[in-house]
């Protein structure tokens, strides 16, 4: 029976990583399983089986695959397991335009204008990227507004020509402009775009320090803030591809603590929430959530002030966030 750890990598990708699992969790060492697949008369070399596992290369062509196929039984695994990871074959380079269990902005956003905002700036760019670590601080005043959100992302490249990460935002009807991004480490502002609308989306670029090789990864810092005197009850990140260990902490000030703070998903926009925790909230105001895997969809943050009713998670047009 595969571990939890090899049927969520199965599940979600990306096929390095399911390969790697899968081999590790064999007991079988490189050389050995290539000495078993060449007594199935099918011929690679350690370096390819190194280079796959590790995300610096990736079977394509269809002796490729037929080893894969083989590499599906040494592994116990189930018939096409890996296969279905590997998407189509890429056009010129580009696979990683295809990342299997993702969804679309439609779906994680419900709303044409965000296929406006970033017609220019390629959104495929975010593709090019596995989120290994996301951590996000949302900074709550005593008026109960919010002033500022920090973000600190750990990123590795999937393959050719990850150069730059697309921030998407999206703020209410109360805020004024779109928001400003500040405080960059690690990377440098690019180009910004805005939606004229009542929802407020706006995009940025974010270009690293160096572009990254396939399997390289970087660190990069950066906040924003939305400016609003709004009283906030929430804060949404939207992930459309599968990632790893996103970490949520609202940092309320200490005058003005809540009454209760919530974790939540859900697998799109107008899909019903499903709380996943219900969070403590320390004497010096953090309440913090960790969601090791975050499937694609909404993840949130929501809290209640004691002398207002509780807002359904997404039932209003509340500040957001979008990145790998």
Not at 130 to 144: A, F, K, M
Not at 150 to 173: E, F
Request: hydrophobic share 35%; with cysteine.
């Amino acid at each position: 029976m595969p571990s939890a750890d090899l049927q969520q990598a199965l599940r979600t990708g990306p096929f390095d990583l399911a390969l790697r699992t899968a081999i590790r969790e064999s007991g079988l060492g490189l050389e050995g399983i290539q000495r078993r697949l060449a007594g199935r008369g099918l011929q690679v070399s350690v370096s390819s089986l190194s280079y796959w596992q590790r995300g610096r290369s990736r079977p394509e062509r269809t002796e490729s695959l037929t080893v894969v196929r083989a590499l599906e039984d040494v592994l116990m695994l189930r018939p096409d397991s890996l296969i279905v990871l590997l998407g189509p074959r890429r056009p010129r380079g580009r696979w990683i335009n295809h990342v299997p269990g993702s969804i679309d902005y439609a779906s994680t956003f419900g709303d044409p204008e965000v296929g406006g905002v970033l017609a220019d700036l390629d959104p495929r760019n975010n593709a090019r990227l596995e989120n290994l670590h996301t951590r996000i601080d949302v900074h709550i005043g005593e008026h109960r507004e919010e002033q500022r959100v920090d973000v600190l992302q750990v990123l590795r490249a999937l393959g050719d020509g990850a150069d730059r990460l697309v921030l998407l935002t999206r703020s209410d009807s109360s805020t004024d402009g779109a928001p400003g991004v500040t405080d960059l480490v690690g990377c440098r502002l690019g180009r910004r775009r805005t939606a004229a609308g009542k929802e407020g989306f706006a995009a940025a670029e974010l270009l690293f320090d160096l572009p990254l090789q396939p399997g390289q990864a970087t660190v990069i810092e950066y906040s924003y803030a939305c400016p609003s005197s709004e009283v906030e009850t929430q804060y949404e990140r939207m992930v459309r591809f599968p990632s790893k260990n996103l970490v949520l902490r609202a940092r309320f000030h200490p005058t003005m603590l809540p009454a209760g703070c919530e974790l939540a998903w859900r697998p799109s926009h107008d899909a019903p929430p499903q709380i996943l925790e219900e969070l403590r909230i320390s004497p010096t105001g953090q309440a913090c959530g960790i969601v090791p895997e975050a499937e694609p969809g909404v993840h949130g943050l929501y809290w209640e002030w004691g002398d207002q009713p509780r807002r359904a998670p997404g039932a209003a047009n509340g500040p957001a966030s979008y990145s790998p």
